[in-house]
């Protein structure tokens, strides 16, 4: 009988540690998945695809949503710069948000930034955060960043401006935002 006692004890005891180790590896098959559906999401609203690169922007907290708005803020900040935004840059940042997948919030939001000059503090609070996240990026993804919000910032300065589509297209007062900008990626 204690030959069965012991028995049914190691064969408890197997179970239990086969069950542990099976879920062990089923949590870190799930957290695989997870992050990879992160950059897979991070990579459609960016278009960056090294992966390098994402899973330093991923490892820095930056998820589609995110990335989503602070590429915006950039755009915004430009389009403003001389005072008014015109149906140019209007069009230039509704194709931006809808290339980088923005969700309805994140649209309410460019909303009420379109609607009127954004606050000063927008711009210092999209400065702090490019502050905070630039040391935790290795240099190819804070240069793969830096061309992708100020390249998309540039482009919104090129959507207006100009006579007749000839002419400098980015106005000085656009011209200094996007410096300022520029100016956030150095060391």
Excluded: H
Excluded at 5 to 19: G, M, P, T, V
Excluded at 23 to 31: G, N, P, S, T, V
Excluded at 109 to 114: A, E, T, V, Y
Excluded at 155 to 172: D, M, Q, R, T, Y
């Amino acid at each position: 009988m204690s030959s069965n006692i012991l028995s049914d004890r190691k064969n408890a005891l197997e179970n239990e540690f086969f069950a542990r180790q099976e879920k062990e590896a089923l949590e870190a098959m799930r957290a695989r998945n997870a992050a990879k559906a992160t950059r897979d999401a991070l990579s459609d609203a960016s278009g960056i695809t090294d992966s390098d690169v994402l899973a330093a922007l991923e490892s820095a907290g930056i998820d589609a949503e995110t990335l989503a708005a602070l590429s915006l803020v950039p755009l915004v900040v430009v389009a403003w710069a001389d005072g008014k935004l015109d149906d140019g840059e209007r069009n230039a940042i509704d194709k931006a948000a809808e290339e980088a997948k923005a969700s309805d919030d994140t649209r309410a939001l460019l909303q009420g930034w379109l609607s009127a000059p954004p606050k000063a503090s927008l711009l210092e609070a999209w400065k702090g955060y490019i502050e905070a996240v630039l040391p935790t990026l290795s240099d190819s993804a804070r240069t793969e960043l830096q061309s992708q919000l100020i390249g998309g910032a540039r482009e919104v300065a090129e959507a207006a401006g100009g006579f007749l589509g000839f002419g400098n297209k980015i106005s000085a007062e656009e011209a200094a935002a996007l410096d300022e900008l520029a100016a956030c990626f150095k060391s």
